[in-house]
């Protein structure tokens, strides 16, 4: 008979107590993940203190970062529509970047009440924007009082139809100078770059309107520095910034978009300045040709603004305008939409034509449909359809006949709708 000895171990207690504490913060920092992370909209809403009644519908993302690598790739805007789609927050959908809260909406409707409310006039400062002073200028100031006055002072003095219409003359020049452009390009090259010319045709026309001068963007003229500063700031402004959206990151400046900000405002400063003092100089009211700039040197003396707002304001003019003409041509297709005659160049399902934001005139050949019916029409009963319109005149191919407005009917609802029409 074998003798055998049996062990009996009891824990630790100290050994005991770190594990449990251990786990207890395991599953506590567990919770708290699943409890930010999984809350409609992720993170930043999770943290917000904003009384929203019901939460607004839409992805959680990942884990502290949100939907940050949506919009590091290609075709932002339409991953978030389909998103929408999938998640059914077409009017409102909520998510995160970061410490950011982001809603958006898919449906005109919900858009439409969002750009009309003064609750929505505010829109975060981007780093790159405020470097760059632009929360001193109309698209980037503060809803209120100051806003106000950028708002009454651009649209008396910059977009009022007097001034439209003053602007008539170099407007043509530069569209003359545009098409020989086009046409040498065409003789040296065989191809032009319509995008650069579009670019430097409407960087003119807004330096003409704002400051009364002309530049030259050839190889040695004096355009090439202020081109560069207009192409630096769409860079910058078009820059996703990591510092927007993780406050932590904004000491490092990891991007370098605080760096080549402060560089290119200290630039600009100085060329806007220049041409500022340049004018300030004419004394004589006959030379005085009514320029923006000569707008604003007038509310200087009043003390109703000032220099550095001045520099602000005009630099500012020129970079959204410019932008508001590109965007157009490039919803258009990269073509005009209209021949000279105001008649559709090809069939497209959408058209975008000039509207506030462009300063050209209602002469504008890319103003057809605002300026409303240009043919004789009768309205006439039909036995078999019902209300219809016929056109007294000839109507040529492509041509802009009128603004209708109806209803889209299903296959089951049409045959109700066509007896009640005979009746």
Known sequence: ????????????????????????????????????????GGLAWALSKAKTGAPIPGPSGFPLIGLIFTFMSSLTHRKLANLSQTLKAVPLMAFSVGFTRFVISSDPGSAKDILSSSAFADRPIKESAYELLFNRAMGFAPFGEYWRELRRISATYMFCPKKIACAEGFRKNICHQMITQVRTQMDLKGDVEIKQVLHYGSLNN????????YYDFGENGDGLELEGFVSEGYKLLGTFNWSDHFPILGWLDVQGVRRRSRKL????????????????MVTDQDNNHGYFVDVLLDLERENKITRSDMVVVLWLAVI???????IVYVLNG???????????????????ECGLGCRCPPSCRNRVSQKGLRYMFEVFR?????????????IQVGSFICEYVGIVLTKRQSPDILNEWRR
């Open 334 to 352: 990269c073509g005009f939409a209209y021949d000279n005659q105001g008649h559709l160049v090809r069939g497209k399902l959408l058209v975008v």
């Open 382 to 394: 039909s036995i078999e359809t019902g209300w219809g319109v016929k056109s007294l005149d000839l």
């Open 320 to 326: 959204v305008s410019v932008a508001v003409m590109i």
């Open 265 to 280: 405002v200290s630039k600009v400063d100085g060329f806007v300045r220049k041409i500022i003092d340049d004018h300030s």
């Open 1 to 40: 008979m074998s003798s055998g000895i049996g062990l009996f171990v009891l824990p630790d207690d100290s050994s005991s107590t770190l594990l449990s504490i251990q786990l207890f913060l395991f599953l506590a920092i567990l919770t708290a993940v699943f409890r930010f992370w999984l809350v409609p």
């Open 206 to 213: 807004m330096m003409m309107t704002v400051f009364g001068k």
